[in-house]
Nanobody
Framework: QAQLAESGGGEVQTGGSLRLSCETS????????VAWFRQAPGKEREEISC????????AYLESVKGRFTITVDGDKNTAYLQMNNLKPDDTATYYC???????????????????WGQGTQVTVSS
């Protein structure tokens, strides 16, 4: 059974940076579409970034474009989310998710993901 585990969260000041990691086991991550979600208290979960296993194309929520970068290290079977210029509105629990990719489709973001991590908390103070 595939397992995902996030790490790297913490508390930073506005303008700071964090790199979240999503270590996986039980799957070959380069064959999977990967996504990062976040959920703030009282708000719905939102997909903030995703990456296609087919061609490596990526997509980002408008509010994080230019600040966040999603990558995958196939050797380490780990996905990352580099977050720069953090803002208080970025405060949330961050989750990684994965689903086996389809080589006939390059769409990075999927409607459903089959494997999820437990989340890591990110707090940005003003």
């Amino acid at each position: 059974q595939a397992q995902l585990a996030e790490s790297g969260g913490g508390e930073v000041q506005t303008g700071g940076s964090l790199r979240l990691s999503c270590e996986t086991s039980g799957l070959t991550l380069t064959s999977y579409n990967v996504a990062w979600f976040r959920q703030a208290p009282g708000k719905e979960r939102e997909e903030i970034s995703c990456l296609s296993s087919t061609d490596g194309s990526t997509a980002y929520l408008e509010s994080v474009k230019g600040r966040f970068t999603i990558t995958v290290d196939g050797d380490k079977n780990t996905a990352y989310l580099q977050m720069n210029n953090l803002k208080p509105d970025d405060t949330a629990t961050y989750y990684c998710a994965a689903r086996l990719g389809n080589p006939f489709y390059t769409t990075p973001c999927l409607k459903e993901y089959h494997f999820w991590g437990q989340g890591t908390q990110v707090t940005v103070s003003s």
